[in-house]
């Protein structure tokens, strides 16, 4: 049972256009969002993260937006840069204290030069 | 900078051998997590840890054991591999607390299992 989920699994987007990529969960008892951005061969880092008190958090290149009525949530990447070709993993946490992440299937992103 | 260190990038083992994974963080973290990473089906929680010697099942514990016995260490035992554990495995930690903190990863280890 996929809690989160990323219906994109590849997207390409022309350098300096805008990416947008999504995610949809089920649980509504999350109250937090990150995305983690993804190399071949390396580990997630994380990129940002949003609370569910907000809907909105900005940081540089990259915003994030929640939709909680929806239960969607996206990253926004403008504009767009080609070592942003990378695989996007989103994921959400249930509940203040609890320290467990649930990831989405990811989305590679590839930026065309 | 926290790091994570995961013993092994590569390994090679045969059905039915027992395979140990060794992670490590030096930034005093209580949490670690073991993941697996599979195409389609993104980052699965195998284990996780909130202190020294306690352990909780994730989402797929079946086929894995763990061990912390020390706080900077989480290791992930498969006792008997399968095929089905071919896969990348990824260790994190992160620091207990009230205010969420995101996870560390480290690189990985691809297993393929024969």
């Known amino acids: 049972d996929q809690q989160v989920k990323q219906n994109s699994p590849s997207l390409s987007v022309q350098e300096g256009r805008i990416s947008i990529l999504n995610c949809d969960y089920t649980?509504?008892?999350?109250?937090?969002f990150l995305w983690y951005k993804k190399y071949p061969a390396e580990g997630p880092t994380f990129l940002i993260s949003?609370?569910?008190?907000?809907d909105k958090n900005e940081d540089g290149r990259f915003t994030v937006f929640l939709n909680k009525s929806a239960k969607h949530l996206s990253l926004h990447i403008v504009p767009s840069q080609p070592g942003d070709s990378a695989v996007y993993f989103c994921a959400a946490r249930a509940n203040f204290g609890n320290e467990k992440l649930t990831f989405g299937t990811g989305t590679r992103l590839t930026i065309i030069p | 900078d926290v790091k994570v260190t995961q013993s092994s990038r590569y390994l090679v083992k045969r059905t039915g051998e027992k395979v140990f994974l060794e992670c490590v963080q030096d930034m005093d973290h209580e949490n670690m997590f073991w993941y697996r990473q599979d195409p389609g089906l993104g980052l699965r929680l195998i284990y996780f840890?909130?202190?020294?010697?306690?352990?909780e099942k994730g989402d797929i514990p079946e086929g894995y054991s763990v061990s912390r016995e020390k706080k900077e260490r989480f290791s992930l035992i498969l006792e008997s591999a399968s095929t089905n554990q071919t896969s990348m495995y990824l260790c994190a930690s992160s620091l207990a607390g009230g205010v969420i903190e995101t996870q560390y990863f480290g690189p990985g280890t691809r297993l393929l299992v024969l």
């Open positions: 949003i609370s569910s008190i907000k």
């Open positions: 840890s909130y202190d020294v010697k306690m352990k």
């Open positions: 649980n509504s008892m999350f109250d937090y």
